[in-house]
């Protein structure tokens, strides 16, 4: 019998976890930071007609051209600086690619990452063959960006990734300690702004004064995650370095067309989002009133709380009920936590009276 090749997998592949998918049918999934609302009225026309001038049998375009066109008019950045990809997981990927490989001196780059943030990052770099540096967030999740310039300059960092606003805590990082970490660190600095559509800030088009800066976006958040697009922005000059490494036709047509769409219906979207965060603050409102949970400030389209008692338990309770929430709690740095993705208001509903009940005294 001829043996199958795992110890052929590379090390550090074969000593990772998978990345957590949960796939609940629950009645009320508020696990996942999707769109809870529903998409702008006249999207699903527009779709079916954008769908149906598909032609099949052709290869998509290469590298998205027609789709970057419009994502560079509706975000008012160059062309030239846009990456278009199968998510913006896709854009980490290519990242971590990118600047990866080993150093003249044979050590593996090191990539500093902020803790706790999003968990595709370490297991993306690990794959790329990076050396995880956690720094940790303090204890209201703010960033300290001496920490983060001290951790990178004692690992000789090549990369530092940031989301803000971070994913799971949902608070937008300070302006200030970006900028300071840009200023003080020489290699690329990843800001992920997954979330943006819910928060305040923007990082989109500062290349111009740090050209250190890489910018990604999704418009999974926003409604469409089935179509799995994200972009990577950055100088030119960088974008076109990446693009070397990028696979051709990464995008399929469908998403492509479906994007393009949604791209142009833009400030409705917007809209809708306005509405998750009035939502977010009503949901806010109502948990801090229950007095038994800790609710963290968020700019994201979810809310992560600190629950007394048994987190687990609580997290099954909820699903008993019908209400997948995200359990963070065996996390560093994230005891007792759950993230709560903001739902439409019955959901949420559900869910305050829930909470309301299983944490009665
Ligand atoms: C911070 C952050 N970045 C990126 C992503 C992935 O986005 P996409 O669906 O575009 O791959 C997520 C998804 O949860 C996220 O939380």
């Keep these: 019998m001829r043996s199958v090749p795992i110890g052929s997998v590379r090390s550090t592949i074969r000593e990772l976890v998978a990345y957590p998918i949960e796939h609940e049918r629950v009645p009320v999934k508020l696990d996942a930071n999707e769109l809870g609302f529903d998409l702008p009225s006249g999207l699903a026309a527009a779709v079916q007609s954008a769908l149906s001038r598909i032609d099949l049998r052709r290869y998509p375009e290469g590298h998205a051209d027609s789709l970057t066109e419009t994502v ?20 980490i990927a290519l990242t971590f690619a990118a600047f990866g490989g080993d150093g003249a001196d044979g050590r593996a780059p090191a990539v500093v990452l902020p803790t706790p943030s999003f968990g595709v990052y370490p297991i993306q770099a690990r794959t790329h063959g990076f050396e995880v540096v956690s720094c940790p967030l303090d204890e209201r999740f703010e960033l300290d960006p001496e920490r983060v310039l001290d ?50 800030e923007s990082w989109l088009g500062r290349w111009d004064r740090w050209p250190n800066l890489l910018v990604l976006r999704t418009l999974s958040k926003v409604g469409l995650a089935a179509l799995r697009v994200g972009f990577l922005f950055a100088d030119p000059r960088l974008t076109a370095e990446l693009r070397k490494a990028k696979l051709p036709f990464n ?32 949901l806010q409102e109502a948990l801090s009133r229950l007095g038994t949970l800790e609710v963290f400030p968020s700019e994201a389209n979810f809310l992560l709380v600190r629950v007394p008692g048994d987190a687990n338990q609580l997290w099954s309770r909820l699903l008993e009920r019908g209400i997948s929430v995200r359990n963070f709690s065996a996390k560093a740095g994230l005891a007792g936590c759950l993230r709560i993705t903001v739902g439409r208001p019955h959901e949420n509903d559900q869910l305050i009276a829930s909470l309301g009940e299983l944490l009665a005294p």
């Design 72 to 91: 560079a008019r509706e975000w008012h950045v160059a062309a030239e600086s846009v990456l278009v990809g199968n998510g913006s997981n896709e854009m």
């Design 151 to 200: 951790a990178t300059r004692r690992h000789r960092a090549r990369l530092v990734v940031l989301a803000s606003p971070n994913n799971p805590t949902g608070n937008a990082f300070q302006r200030v300690s970006i900028e300071r970490i840009l200023d003080g660190f020489d290699g690329p600095v990843v800001v992920d702004e997954a979330y943006q559509p819910f928060a305040t």
């Design 251 to 282: 995008l399929n047509s469908m998403s492509a067309a479906v994007a393009r769409v949604a791209l142009d219906a833009w400030s409705d979207l917007e809209a809708v989002a306005q509405g998750v965060i009035a939502e977010r603050r009503r």
